[in-house]
């Protein structure tokens, strides 16, 4: 069965660089891998999305492992605004469905 | 300012009533999606639409019909609403494939009774 990972949480001190990280364990050479986070009580918000090689973005960066089995998240500076739960997602192949990961909540200590 | 709006935002309803989500995107996005989100936990995808009269389902449809006339709209129905399906409904929308980035509305906090 298809399936995509995380860790169920994160912490970071504040401004220290954040590396999120995110396995999927099939995925077709088609398929972008999106990053999206979530504040409390609101809908997920788009972060950044990349096929293959990494990507940046005035949120983040994306870098993707080379077999696209697993990529990263990358938040430079962390801030207090930065807390939420942060979830990758695999979109629909030919093989399955949209599959978000379980999310990771980031916790920012001041 | 363009958007997606879901409605209602809360939604209080009895087991065995049948119940509408409305969801209205004003960017002309081909592919629209409906996830709950069930209390402490991640999204799951219900049904999704790639274009007018074009749907199909995700993860966990049972329960839930949908339809897409009009393609800035795509309501969800309950058409006998269970305890299990109280829930954080949102709505997405994304352009022209899969793989653009989906834009989520704010959800609809439903409770069943």
């Known amino acids: 069965d298809a399936k995509t990972t995380q860790p169920n949480s994160m912490e970071s001190n504040e401004e220290e660089p954040v590396h999120l990280p995110c396995n999927h364990s099939t995925i077709s050479g088609t398929d972008y891998i999106h990053w999206y986070r979530q504040l409390p009580s609101q809908g997920p918000e788009y972060v950044i999305h990349?096929?293959?090689s990494n990507v940046n973005n005035r949120m983040a960066s994306l870098a993707i492992a080379e077999d696209r089995k697993s990529s990263t998240l990358i938040l430079h500076r962390a801030t207090l605004r930065d807390a939420a739960v942060y979830y990758c997602?695999?979109?629909?192949?030919?093989?399955?469905?949209?599959?978000f990961g379980p999310g990771t909540s980031l916790s920012v200590i001041p | 300012d363009a958007g997606i709006t879901q409605s209602p935002r809360y939604k209080i309803t009895e087991t065995g009533r049948q119940v509408t989500l409305m969801c209205h995107q004003t960017w002309s996005h081909s592919y629209m999606f409906w996830y709950r989100q069930d209390l402490g936990h991640g999204l799951r995808l219900i049904y999704y639409?790639?274009?007018?009269?074009?749907?199909d389902k995700g993860e966990v449809p049972d329960g839930y019909v949908v339809s897409r006339s009009k393609t800035e709209n795509f309501p969800l129905t309950l058409e006998s609403a269970t305890r299990s399906q109280t829930s954080v409904y949102f709505c997405?929308?994304?352009?022209?494939?899969?793989?653009?980035?989906?834009?989520f509305g704010d959800g609809t906090r439903l409770s069943i009774l």
């Open positions: 639409s790639a274009a007018a009269d074009i749907t």
């Open positions: 997405a929308s994304s352009d022209r494939s899969l793989n653009q980035p989906q834009h």
């Open positions: 990349g096929l293959t």
């Open positions: 997602l695999r979109p629909k192949t030919s093989y399955d469905k949209v599959i």
